[in-house]
């Protein structure tokens, strides 16, 4: 584990897209898994600027989706779309989400067939060489939320915390989605190298907890102290 402290989100963003780049120039055809929602932000913004970098070549993997929401424009994929795939000019046959572009998984029954379609696929391409991941408020990864237990370690269908349910990213929708779903621990620690970010209002306290280095279902970004290969970058 290497953590890194940083002075700012800008100084995060600029220092998580130069570890990215560097990776990304020794390996053009890595598989990437890339984190949705504001964490990551300004370091995409930075890859997709950045001067002769191949990212054309890359294979994404969706790390998590919604299931039962109205709007495209607020689905993961919508967001990956916009900010990784179609500014770095990934093709679309390199890039696998959940459910087909422009769709929605509207049901739970829809998404654990996607679960189990995107871990046979995850197992049949190998582990991710780059996994991006942010850590919720509830120290949540993804979507998989505290708990009691651990939760199956595959790709799954989760039952959403309330704090997951009230994210900007869906405040719009008139009914917050109660599931979602997403990789799971197997995947996560397979990864060749994690980059981690932590940043944002209301986490302290969960990032505070995280450092404790106590491994339980209860803060689920706990489980990275497994991992032999975490870049950890925070402004908190």
Known sequence: MTINQCKNYQELSKTA?????????????????????????GMYGHITKAQN???????????DEWVGISDYDHSCAGYIEKEV???WGIAAERTHY??????????????AEAASSMQKELDKQGPLDILILGMGKNGHL?????????PPD?????????????????SSEKIPPEFGVTMGTRAILEAKEILF????TGKKAAYAEWLKKAITPKLPASILWKHPRVYLLTDL
């Not at 959940?98 to 998404?111: C, H, N, Q």
């Not at 915390?161 to 990213?169: C, L």
Request: net charge positive.
């Open 85 to 87: 795939r179609i500014p």
């Open 142 to 150: 993804g979507f998989i939320e505290p708990a009691e237990n651990w």
């Open 53 to 63: 970098l191949n990212t054309k070549s890359l294979s994404l993997f969706q790390l």
């Open 98 to 111: 959940f459910a087909p572009v422009l769709t929605l998984l509207d049901s739970k029954m829809e998404a």
């Open 197 to 200: 970010i932590v940043t944002g």
């Open 17 to 41: 897209a130069d570890w990215f780049i560097q990776r990304i120039r020794k390996n053009p055809l890595s598989k990437v898994s890339v984190a949705t929602g504001n964490s990551a932000l």
């Open 154 to 170: 595959v790709c799954y269908v989760s039952k959403l915390a309330t704090s997951t349910r009230n994210h900007k990213m869906i």
